[in-house]
């Protein structure tokens, strides 16, 4: 006789946190930089078995986010010094190589630090107060078990992540400053200051719900599908009384997820249903089919504008938005608009366009690959296996976001579009991590012993 079960897992972690850096000048081994040196991580995990064929499933746990600050600290100036020597012309050499490299002043750092001089860029550093950032997850799902095989399983799965580690230059201009409003701008420097800070935040919300089916009578099968939403902090705008423009949709947000995969065995051959016989059973018999189905939601995308009036060093302009709701007109292909290319403006004064980021979304991406394989025995200890693969087998194109700065846009005098001048349309792919999007076969032979 069943009777219900009811697991508890708990797990505790503390970790700890080292700096190795070398002393110099009568700085501290820290530099001035402070890391919390404990960091405390638990996971609870609960499992409640009601019936024979139900589990309830949740759990919780919360971890340090791994950066490495070290990595800023080693590109830090000056331990990296770049020179450049160039000829009178393109066509001339600087000099001779016989003459050797010229001398290469290095700085002073007899003190442990040094100035910077005036026109420098590409600077790296470390905030003094180091947070450490952490991740907490958590999650609560229902399996059900069904005769056949199937199974399905259904449930929410979150993710929120504090303190999250970027880059970001620190070198930013204000709202028509231009280089004159940049911090550095009073020593010279009107280059980037990159600065690696956990300001960043992410929350992950989703619903997973999968459908699969043991291999038996030559089937097994997985269906799964996710309804998910990403928001997180970025560092489009980095004047601080506009960080709240910052939040919005992650650029990797995909709302709708399937995944189809599946392989059957055909019933032809030796001790099959069909064809069990002869020569038609050698032939016909051992073949395993297979393919996988994909689609996902198009990624969003923005609308941006030329950043000139704003003369904002640092930061990203979005465009006008002029119409209250964007229509979507076709393929955007074959210099066809995607979206209502009227409905977003340049931006000619200085301030910041009210389109937000992410506000628009691309298209969708639906892929199916096929398979086709069998296996031999050569000898007891020796197998073979013939395999075929079809990627991309209908030859679908994946297409990329169309371009986005509406700043390219030109209009008749009565308002009306007289050249794109490629915004608003779409002129690449997407090739999905593969090697190359259109679609290719791929053919092989493998010896197992």
């Known amino acids: 006789m069943f009777s219900p079960s009811f697991v508890v897992d708990a797990t505790f972690g503390v970790t700890q ?27 609870l995990g609960v499992a409640y078995r009601s019936m024979e064929s139900l589990v309830v499933r949740a759990g919780f746990s919360l971890s340090p986010v791994q950066d490495n600050m070290a990595s800023h600290g080693l590109m830090g100036y000056p331990d990296e010094v770049n020179v450049s020597y ?17 001398a290469i002043v290095p700085p002073d750092l007899t003190n442990g630090a040094t100035v910077v001089p005036a026109g420098t860029g590409n600077l790296f550093t470390d905030p003094p107060n180091f947070i450490r950032g952490y991740a907490e997850s958590w999650n609560a799902t229902i399996q059900k078990e069904f005769k056949g095989g199937w199974a399905l399983q259904t449930g929410y799965v979150g993710t929120h992540v504090v303190h999250l580690y970027t880059e970001y230059n620190l070198n930013y201009g204000q709202l028509g400053g231009g280089n004159a409003s940049e911090p550095l701008f009073k020593y010279g420097i009107t280059g980037g200051l990159t600065i690696a800070d956990p300001l960043d935040s992410d929350i992950y919300h989703s619903w997973q719900t999968t459908l699969s089916k043991r291999f ?24 601080p009384q506009y960080r709240n423009y910052d939040r919005y949709t992650s650029a990797l947000d995909r709302p709708n997820a399937l995944v189809w995969a599946a392989s059957y065995e055909l019933p032809l051959g030796k001790n099959k249903q069909f064809l069990t016989q002869g020569v038609a059973a050698q032939v016909a018999g051992g ?12 990624v969003p995308f923005s609308i941006t504008s030329s950043a000139t009036s704003c003369n904002c060093p640092g930061n990203t302009q979005t465009a006008l938005q002029v119409l209250p709701n964007v229509s979507h007109l076709g393929s955007g292909l074959g210099g066809q608009p ?38 031999f025995r050569i000898t007891e200890r020796v197998n073979a296996q013939i395999r075929a693969e079809a990627f991309n087998i209908s030859n679908t194109p994946h297409f990329s976001n169309p371009a986005s700065n509406v700043s390219n846009l030109q209009l008749n005098s009565d308002g009306s579009v007289k050249n794109l001048n490629g915004y608003d349309t779409i002129t690449s792919v997407n090739p999905l991590g593969r090697l190359i999007d259109p679609r290719y076969f791929r053919f092989g032979l493998r010896f197992m012993f």
């Open 287 to 298: 073949w395993t089919l297979g393919g996988l189905f994909t689609h996902y939601s198009g």
């Open 86 to 102: 160039s000829g009178a012309n393109s066509y001339s050499a600087f000099g001779s190589i016989s003459n050797g490299i010229p």
């Open 17 to 43: 946190a080292h700096q190795f850096l070398l002393p110099v000048g009568g700085y501290t081994s820290g530099c001035g930089i402070k890391v919390s040196g404990r960091l405390f991580a638990p996971s």
């Open 338 to 375: 995607y979206f209502n290319p009227l409905a977003f403006a340049p931006v000619t004064t200085a301030s910041f366009g009210n389109a937000g980021f992410d506000t628009l979304r691309g298209s969708g991406t639906t892929n199916l690959d096929l398979n086709i394989f069998r296996e």
């Open 216 to 239: 038996s009578h030559g089937l097994t099968t997985r269906v799964a599908y996710t309804f998910s939403h990403d928001i997180s902090m970025n560092t489009s705008i980095l004047i």
